[in-house]
Structures are given as structure tokens and as C-alpha cells.
């Protein structure tokens, strides 16, 4: 149809077009977010697109959908997929009647995620088609003919792009959008979709049987290939392939593995043929286990032999040093480059004018001696002002924190948890500090919206994923059906009455929840609302200090003395810190 | 020799990094040019430090490995300093006059960074500093200063001209491709002249 200049996800969103696709769902999440995104706001193909509450949600809705004969989509980051894990499991012995595609994608280097975990592991304990395309091109070709794979063999099929393949752009060679859809109908078949003992048992064999067959069809398909150029030989696997590739001398041989199951037998020929093999790949070592298992006589070498990183992601001088300690030539050698050193860092950090600051402001202004569990969203960023202690998952801010409350440790517990993420898996532990009668205060921090993958909608924002106005919910009414009787909404860029309910918080007993509710800055923004900038009087300002520890990007100092920059978004709450007044609204004098 | 022409375009999440990008990768689509390219997207963009490569011609990864990028544009003193090492010894650098101090250094109370000593531990490098701010008002709108650099460092770009400014009308919004046509040309001349060298 055309070339085109796209984003990895923009590419994988087309080709779900492609291949005439009818359902979406995914729960956001970088660096995945984008395909959904894509395809919620395009035009060109109408079907069902949803932002769902969280990944397990995401993937049965999914499920749900592919059982009833449509081709299905449901996409998340890597960590989304242990959410969904419970579904993924035994969806490879159901099987599946439509195509359906699970897109998990990977992370090295974590560079916006809490882990570095490999999604090919779940496909390879769950026993399912793994695609690992090299390139944005191959990611687009890989998920338009995902859907036809995953129907020839009646299995869900994972696709698992990296950061490098999702945020990278390229020319794509794109096809037309797909004009047929199917008409969904659900038959009746206990014995595929009921899976008590007696089902599953069966089913198991079955999925099994269906391995050596899979194998087989991922070299004919061309996802495993290779090309024989003499005694030694590089095995990559996706994005690591394409950096292989373009420091790769002519007389060395090269395997690209874009799919798995591996078909051993395939594999040994080519290993056999070599008296030396080095197998790059990012993550895990998960084709370095295969061709060690397949090698006889040839000596291999990878992560295993601390030759190439098991962490991190990897670049042209990864491989090329790699190749170096191999021994294998490569046709370009990379200068060492050192960053200079002591430059100040310049750190993500939450927005001027953000909602969350003023709550870990107050929060630590209150609780000086409190314990602050936290959880996934731009609010993790409170770690810069002291108001995050633990990290760990979606959901766990709540959990963790009664769990420290009631085991003994005497300093008040605050949790802090993000309107989507407490929608996500929040909700059971609130219901669990209560059942067990923890002592905490949970602080919601209520944006109205999923703000740090791109301001996805999510049920608390007013609307769905493609637009449509949806029933409002009521945290506050969730909280209490949850059995929280003191519940208390509060505008964070109101510093005195936030400060004044924290401390009201405080001198309670039981689970607490205070909802802090001011609309995402940038949403806000985007949305028309204008505040006026706000400016410091410098004959008043004494030089303090008070407002430096509010760590506000808007407020930078010459010498002691505040000024207020232009990236002031007026929320005003500086001037309720300011001890001697001087900081008020632009043009206030 | 590498077939493609590597540029690193560096800045703070929210002053158009992408955009300046997206106009290379639109350019090499209307000259029929492969080109890869990578982006920072997710937390990483609330104010912080970020960068986007560029390969023209790139056929394979779209990472440019340190010591081997072609250009460098900066849009912030302060990030040129901290991506120079993808420059090689006397790379090409094309830097916007303008320094944010990151909050961090009145946090962590550091050193607080000044234009002179940056641009001097710059002088090593062939330097084009650009007032992209004054340029960009001039075109019509203080938002145009990302296209102001981008003409800035359109000269020593393997692009012609008039793609690259096709590409500006194709990829910013429609009611500002008249400022942004005048920024991509006031930074061409100012880039012409090397306006301003230390």
C-alpha cells in the first residue's frame, strides 16, 4: 500500500488492521500502550476496542472474544503478564477457535519498568508460539500473519516486542487495512472450554502433542533462519539480531531466532556444522539453553560463559565486544566514549503544577515519622521528596502497607495509590486491611486519568476508550463499600484544609482513606484550563529555603533568592509554603 | 564505514525532541531513504533528560553507539554536555543557547551550571550556537524553536532543503506550518552563518 515513517507500536497497530482483527483490549503500559492507543482512535476499522481495568481482565475479555471465532488482540507490558498469568496458563489447553495474540512487551534495561523479566519464559512454560521480531518492519509482517498462526494451530499466540522494536521508528511497508469481519458465535464444548479434571487432562496431551508440529512450521514460516559463511557462527534473537547484523564480518555464519518453540533437530544442523557458536540475545538465556542442549561437539558461548550481559539492553558495541572476547571478527570497532563526568543529573520529575507534590508535601509534613508504601505511576517519582518507601507492583501500596502495620511496626503506615491503579488491583487489598483490621491511611491520588502511559482513560475518567461517555464511578463509595467508614475527599492545591484532614487522619484508628482529587496537569492543560502563573516578590523573599524542599521544577533560585519560572502552572501552592508571603499571583502588586 | 548518517537529537521531555525527529523520518520517507530511529517515552519524559537518534540511510538497529554520531543537536546547554561523547574528537555539534538548571542541583544543592563554563568545555567540538528562543519569536511563536534548530543544523543534514521542509508541513499541526516554515528558515540562515561560535 505505502511506506510509511512509523513507531514500532504504530506498525503492530496497522497490522492488526491488516489482518482484519474485530476485538482489543490491554491494560497500558510501557512500552506497549501505543497499540491500543493506535487503534481506539483510528477511524478506518470499526470494532471493539477497550481499555480494560487490568491485564487478567484485558486478556479473558480477549479470550472471551477469540472462543466466540473473531481474531483478538490483547496487549500489556511484561509485568502485566504475571497479572494475567493465571488465564495465560490454561488458555493453552483450551485453545482458542479465532486468533488470538497476546502482545507482552519486554523491557531490558527497565528503562521505564520495575523489572527486566523475559516473556518468552511464559511461553515457554505456558507452551505457546513465541514471535520475537528483529525490526519494526519484521514486528509489523510477524503480527499481521500472527492471527493465521494462531488458528492453524488453536492456540493463543504470544508476540513479544522490546522497548527497542515498540519506541523505535523505520520506514514500514504497510498493506490494506482489512475489510471483513466475522460474526461472533460461541458453541457449546464442555470438554474445551470447562476444564475440570477430567477435561484437562486430555486437554494437556493434546497441547503437547501439538509442540513437534509448531516447531517446525516457525522455520518454515522463515522466523528461524540462517546463513552458513564458515567454522564459526552467531545466534541472535531479536532486536540484539539486527545490532548483530550490522557489525557482523562476511565469513562468520548467523542464525536469527524470531520464534520459538525452537525445532531442536533444525537448530543442531546448523550448530553441528560450526566448531564455535556465540549467542547474543538480550534477557535471558533462552536460546543459548537450546543450542547448548542441541550441541554435541561444538563449543558455545553466551551468558553463560560471561561472555555476553545477562542485564541490561544491548547496543552494536555490546555485540561487537561480545564478539571481541568470542573471538569472532566483527567489521567495526567502537571507540570507547566515557559520558563527562559531574554533570548534574537531570532526572525524570513530576510536573510543575502537579497534584502529587503537595500530597507527599503535606504527608511528610504530618507524618514525620511515617512509613510510605507506594505503588506504579508518575507518583512514584514522590521517591525525589521522601515520600515513597516501597515500590514493588501494581496494587501492592495497600497490601504491603497493612502488612507492615500489622506486623508489629509501631510507626503510622500511609499508602499512596493512583485512581487506575487502585481501579487495577487495589480494590481487594482496601477490602483486606479492613476484613483483618489494619491500622493505615491509604491516600487515593485521583488524576482522573492513567497519566504516566500517555493519559489513557480509565473507568474513573468519564469515558471510554474510544470516547464514549461512561457511567461515572465513585471511589469514594467503592472505599466504603469496602467497609472504610471515614472517607474523605480533599483538593490537594488547597495545602491548609489537605493538611487539616491528614492530621484529622491521624488522630484516628482503623483504615483511613483520604481521595486527593485535582485533575492531571497536562490533561488539564490539553482540556483549556488556564491558571494564572504565580511570581515572588523579592523584596519579601528572606531567602529561606521553605519552598526549595517543595521541589517544584518552576521554582529555581538566584543565590539564596526564589524566582519563578515559566513553567509555573499556577496550582498556588508555593505561596501557601512561602513563611513570609512573598510568593502571590503574577501582576497581584 | 557506516552507510547511515547517525544524528542525535538531545533535550527536556516537552521542548520537541520527537517532532524534530519525526520531520528526519518523514524526510527520509519523501526522498525514498531507509531510516531508523529511537525515542524515550514513558516516565522518563516528565522533564527529564531526553534523546532521540536518528539514522539516515540506517538499515539495521536504531541505536547510535557513543563515539559515532554525525551531529549532535542539543536543545539545552546542559544536555549537550552530557551526550558530547557521542560525538567523535571534533564532531559536529549544533546547541541552542539556553540553560535549565535541573531542580536537582538546587535539591541536592550541586554546583549550579553556567553557559560559559559549559560552552568552554564544548570548544573542542565544531560548535554552532543558535539564540533559537529569539529566532523562534521572530518566526511567530516561542513553540517553533525545535523546527528553529532543526534549519539550524539542516545544512550538514544529508536532506535537501525542500524536503526537509516538506516534512515541516507534514508533520506539525496544520495552523502552524507558516511560523514553523519561517523558524526551519530562520535557523537555516542562522545555522549558514554559524551564528555565534564561542
Given amino acids: ?589 | 564505514m557506516k552507510p547511515s548518517f547517525d544524528i542525535l537529537i538531545v533535550g527536556i521531555g516537552g521542548q520537541g525532541t520527537v517532532l524534530a525527529s519525526n520531520v528526519l523520518g518523514e524526510a527520509c520517507i519523501i526522498e525514498h531513504r531507509t531510516v531508523r530511529s529511537a525515542e524515550t517515552h514513558g516516565m522518563a519524559q516528565r522533564g527529564g533528560s531526553v534523546e532521540s537518534h536518528i539514522r539516515i540511510g540506517g538499515e539495521f538497529g536504531s541505536l547510535i553507539v557513543p563515539g559515532t554520531a554525525d551531529l549532535l543537536i542539543a536543545f539545552d546547554l546542559l544536555e549537550a554536555l552530557r551526550y558530547r561523547h557521542y560525538l567523535p574528537t571534533g564532531g559536529k555539534l549544533v546547541v541552542n543557547r539556553h540553560l535549565v538548571v535541573p531542580t536537582s542541583v538546587y535539591q541536592q544543592d550541586l554546583a549550579v551550571p553556567d553557559e560559559e563554563s559549559i560552552l568552554a568545555a564544548l570548544a573542542d567540538l565544531d560548535v554552532t550556537c543558535i539564540d533559537a528562543a529569539g529566532l523562534a519569536e521572530e518566526a511567530g511563536s516561542i513553540l517553533s524553536q525545535n523546527i528553529v534548530m532543526l534549519g539550524a543544523a539542516s545544512g550538514v543534514i544529508p536532506l535537501r532543503p525542500d524536503t526537509l521542509e516538506e516534512a515541516v508541513r507534514r508533520c506539525v499541526p496544520q495552523k502552524t506550518i507558516e511560523v514553523n516554515v519561517r523558524a526551519f528558515h530562520l535557523g537555516r540562515e542562522a545555522g549558514e552563518q554559524g551564528a555565534g561560535a564561542p
Avoid at chain 1, 518468552?120 to 498462526?149: G, I, K, N, T, W
Avoid at chain 1, 566515557?338 to 507527599?360: D, E, K, Q
Avoid at chain 1, 467497609?483 to 492545591?493: A, H, I, L, N, Q
Fill in chain 1, 1 to 589: 500500500m505505502a511506506v510509511r515513517y512509523l513507531l514500532g507500536n504504530e506498525g503492530i497497530a496497522h497490522a492488526c488492521l491488516e489482518a482484519n482483527i474485530d476485538f482489543a483490549s490491554g491494560y497500558p503500559g510501557t512500552p506497549s500502550s501505543e497499540v491500543i492507543d493506535v487503534l481506539r482512535v483510528q477511524g478506518e476499522r470499526p470494532f471493539t476496542v477497550e481499555w480494560s481495568t487490568n491485564e487478567k481482565v484485558a486478556f479473558e475479555n480477549a479470550l472471551g472474544a477469540a472462543w466466540c471465532g473473531l481474531r483478538a488482540l490483547c496487549t500489556m507490558k511484561h509485568v502485566g503478564l504475571n497479572v494475567a498469568a493465571d488465564p495465560l496458563m490454561t488458555s493453552a489447553y483450551t485453545g482458542v477457535t479465532g486468533g488470538f495474540v497476546i502482545l507482552s512487551a519486554d523491557d531490558p534495561f527497565a528503562h521505564s519498568s520495575q523489572n527486566e523479566q523475559d516473556t518468552r519464559r511464559y511461553a515457554h512454560f505456558a507452551r505457546l508460539p513465541c514471535l520475537d521480531p528483529a525490526s519494526v518492519q519484521e514486528a509489523h509482517d510477524m503480527m499481521r500473519d500472527a492471527f493465521a498462526l494462531s488458528e492453524e494451530f488453536s492456540l493463543p499466540v504470544i508476540f513479544r516486542p522490546t522497548t527497542r522494536i515498540c519506541h523505535s521508528k523505520g520506514d514500514v511497508d504497510l498493506g490494506e487495512i482489512g475489510t471483513e469481519h466475522r460474526t461472533a458465535a460461541f458453541h457449546r464444548n464442555p470438554k474445551q472450554y470447562v476444564v475440570i479434571p477430567a477435561h484437562t487432562r486430555v486437554l494437556h496431551k493434546i497441547l503437547n502433542e501439538k509442540q513437534p508440529a509448531l516447531k517446525e512450521r516457525l522455520v518454515e514460516l522463515g522466523y528461524n533462519r540462517h546463513t552458513i559463511r564458515g567454522k564459526t557462527a552467531v545466534v541472535a534473537s531479536g532486536a540484539a539480531a539486527a545490532y548483530v547484523r550490522e557489525v557482523l564480518g562476511a565469513d562468520v555464519s548467523l542464525a536469527v531466532i524470531g520464534a520459538y518453540p525452537i525445532d531442536d533437530e533444525w537448530l543442531r544442523a546448523f550448530v553441528d556444522r560450526h566448531e564455535k557458536v556465540l549467542v547474543i540475545e538480550e534477557l535471558d538465556p533462552v536460546v543459548e539453553e537450546v543450542v547448548r542442549q542441541v550441541a554435541t561437539k561444538t563449543e558455545v558461548l553466551g551468558k553463560m560463559t560471561g561472555t555476553v550481559p545477562f542485564e541490561g539492553e544491548f547496543t552494536p558495541a555490546t555485540v561487537a565486544a561480545a564478539m571481541r572476547e568470542a573471538g569472532i571478527a566483527s567489521t567495526m570497532a567502537f571507540p570507547a566514549a566515557a559520558p563527562v563526568p559531574g554533570v548534574p543529573p537531570r532526572p525524570p520529575i513530576l510536573c510543575a503544577g502537579c497534584m502529587h507534590r503537595p500530597t507527599f508535601y503535606a504527608m511528610r509534613k504530618v507524618f514525620r515519622d511515617g512509613i510510605f508504601p507506594s505503588d506504579i505511576g508518575c507518583y512514584t517519582l514522590g521517591l525525589q521528596l521522601g515520600a515513597v518507601d516501597t515500590t514493588i507492583c501494581m496494587g501492592a501500596s495497600i497490601t504491603v502497607g497493612s502488612g507492615i502495620a500489622r506486623s508489629g511496626e509501631e510507626r503510622p503506615v500511609i499508602s499512596t495509590i493512583g485512581d487506575s491503579t487502585f481501579l487495577h488491583t487495589g480494590i481487594p487489598g482496601l477490602l483486606n486491611a479492613v476484613y483483618n483490621g489494619a491500622d493505615m491511611v491509604v491516600v487515593i491520588l485521583d488524576n482522573r486519568i492513567t497519566a504516566m502511559t500517555g493519559h489513557q482513560p480509565n473507568p474513573n475518567t468519564g469515558m471510554t476508550a474510544t470516547g464514549v461517555e461512561s457511567i461515572p464511578i465513585s471511589l469514594e463509595a467503592i472505599c466504603r463499600s469496602c467497609g472504610v467508614s471515614w472517607v474523605e475527599t480533599v483538593d490537594p492545591y488547597d495545602l491548609p484544609v489537605l493538611l487539616d484532614t491528614l492530621r484529622r487522619a491521624k488522630e484516628r484508628k482503623g483504615v483511613r482513606v483520604i481521595i486527593a482529587k485535582q485533575p492531571c496537569v497536562i490533561t488539564a492543560r490539553r482540556s483549556g484550563i488556564r491558571r494564572k502563573a504565580y511570581e515572588v516578590d523579592p523584596e519579601r523573599c528572606t531567602g529561606c529555603g521553605a519552598c526549595r524542599s517543595f521541589g517544584c521544577p518552576a521554582i529555581a533560585f538566584a543565590g539564596k533568592n526564589a524566582t519563578i519560572t515559566e513553567l509555573c502552572a499556577g496550582c498556588g501552592v508555593c505561596a501557601d509554603i512561602c513563611p513570609s508571603g512573598a510568593i502571590g499571583r503574577e501582576g497581584r502588586q
